[in-house]
Every structure is written in C-alpha cells, then in structure tokens.
C-alpha cells in the first residue's frame, strides 16, 4: 500500500533551488523524487528511518542513483 502524498510548503534559495532542479535533471527524476530521496537519506542517517524506508522513486534509474558521494 502507497503512502499517501501531502504537499508541504517551505522557502528555499534560488542557488540551492537551481542545484535541486539541476540534480533531479541529471539524473532523471523529479525536482519532488530527489527532495524525498534527500529528506529520507538525512532521516536515515540520524537513525530516525531504517533501511527499507530508503527505497528509490518508481521512475528513477537505479544505475545513476548510487553516483554521487554526501
């Protein structure tokens, strides 16, 4: 069963917003896939998520998702 989506809203720099947009472009997903994927990530590594709540977005390309370091 798929979560069910809400749409929070929050203010974000151009610069920053640029990078998120240039990113998400680059590898193939959406502006909303990369912010999930970031906001996941950054739970994970504060040990509030397990791994199994780190899957990637549907539409994402599993090859280009594991470049990268942060």
């Given amino acids: 069963m798929k ?3 809400k ?3 929050f203010q974000i720099d151009s610069e920053t917003l640029n990078l998120v947009d240039d ?7 959406s502006r909303s896939d990369l ?3 970031a ?4 739970l994970y590594r504060l040990g509030v998520l397990k791994p199994e709540g780190l899957e990637p977005p ?3 390309n ?3 998702l594991g470049k990268g370091g942060a």
């Fill in 3 to 5: 979560a069910q989506m």
């Fill in 7 to 9: 749409k929070p809203a």
């Fill in 23 to 29: 990113t998400a472009k680059k590898i193939g997903i």
């Fill in 62 to 64: 599993p090859k280009i």
């Fill in 58 to 60: 549907e539409q994402s």
């Fill in 39 to 42: 906001i996941k990530e950054k």
């Fill in 35 to 37: 912010i999930r994927m």
